[in-house]
């Protein structure tokens, strides 16, 4: 059986956690006097925590001293896991299950490549920690997407050249992570935001069986 390294992404791809992203960011932008909408959102996606705070503040011209900023990071955290708290099966995103199991059954080696440090507890809470061969999250990594670190890492764990990687990701900063690895870019969104994507569907449901045979027997 030919082997490629199929390698996903968490938030926004596996499970809608952007969202909680989203509400828990608008928040603290909310108590900083800072205005933060969906398309602001847009530009912290596949972004670290740190790097997403730093932005915000720029964006809002607002400085903050080092114990200030780290207490803020927290509350955000805070916020975001009492979101992702109660989350279930339920919220992994439609066709998701069908694509791993087809991957499983064709004996392809599976992987995370996520820039979140919850991304563990997540996966555990929707069912998923055991389906993955190789988990690389904001933990494992130094450099933040469009680096290349963190899918490099997962194709080294999983033992697949990154020539033979295939990348699902929701966020620009992820499709050009992928690209400057030298993997297969799958853009999971709009085609508009994810442009320099190689393939872009707007979800799984749209995606064929016969993309995946495709890819795995190319
Ligand atoms: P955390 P992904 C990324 O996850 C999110 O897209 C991004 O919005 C978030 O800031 C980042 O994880 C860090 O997450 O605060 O949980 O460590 O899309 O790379 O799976
Ligand atoms: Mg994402």
Same mark, same amino acid.
């Given at each position: 059986?030919? =082997?490629?390294?199929?390698?996903?992404?968490?938030?926004?791809?596996?499970?809608?956690?952007?969202?909680?992203?989203?509400?828990?960011?608008? =928040?603290?932008?909310?108590?900083?006097?800072?205005?933060?909408?969906?398309?602001?959102?847009?530009?912290? =996606?596949?972004?670290?925590?740190?790097?997403?705070?730093? #932005?915000?503040?720029?964006?809002?011209?607002?400085?903050?001293?080092?114990?200030?900023?780290?207490?803020?990071?927290?509350?955000?955290?805070?916020?975001?896991?009492?979101?992702?708290?109660?989350?279930?099966?339920?919220?992994?995103?439609?066709?998701?299950?069908?694509?791993?199991?087809?991957?499983?059954?064709?004996?392809?080696?599976?992987?995370?490549?996520?820039?979140?440090?919850?991304?563990?507890?997540?996966?555990?809470?929707?069912?998923?920690?055991?389906?993955?061969?190789?988990?690389?999250?904001?933990?494992?990594?130094?450099?933040? #997407?469009?680096?290349?670190?963190?899918?490099?890492?997962?194709?080294?764990?999983?033992?697949?050249?990154?020539?033979?990687?295939?990348?699902?990701?929701?966020?620009?900063?992820?499709?050009?992570?992928?690209?400057?690895?030298?993997?297969?870019?799958?853009?999971?969104?709009?085609?508009?935001?994810?442009?320099?994507?190689?393939?872009?569907? =707007?979800?799984?449901?749209?995606?064929?069986?016969?993309?995946?045979? #495709?890819?795995?027997?190319?």
């Amino acid at each position: 059986m030919n =082997k490629k390294g199929f390698i996903f992404d968490l938030d926004g791809v596996i499970v809608d956690t952007a969202r909680y992203h989203f509400l828990a960011w608008r =928040k603290l932008a909310e108590t900083l006097g800072i205005s933060f909408n969906e398309k602001d959102n847009e530009q912290l =996606k596949g972004v670290s925590r740190v790097r997403s705070l730093e #932005k915000i503040l720029s964006w809002g011209n607002v400085n903050l001293t080092r114990d200030r900023f780290d207490e803020l990071l927290e509350r955000k955290n805070q916020d975001y896991l009492g979101y992702i708290a109660d989350m279930n099966e339920d919220e992994i995103l439609p066709d998701v299950p069908r694509v791993l199991s087809y991957l499983k059954q064709n004996e392809q080696p599976i992987a995370l490549g996520s820039a979140s440090k919850n991304a563990r507890v997540i996966l555990e809470e929707v069912g998923l920690l055991n389906v993955f061969d190789a988990i690389v999250d904001g933990t494992n990594v130094t450099k933040a #997407k469009p680096n290349p670190e963190v899918f490099l890492i997962a194709a080294e764990k999983l033992r697949v050249a990154p020539e033979k990687c295939i990348v699902f990701e929701d966020a620009l900063a992820g499709i050009q992570a992928a690209n400057n690895a030298g993997m297969t870019s799958v853009g999971i969104g709009n085609p508009t935001i994810l442009r320099e994507a190689m393939y872009v569907f =707007k979800d799984f449901t749209e995606i064929p069986t016969e993309f995946f045979s #495709k890819l795995i027997s190319e």
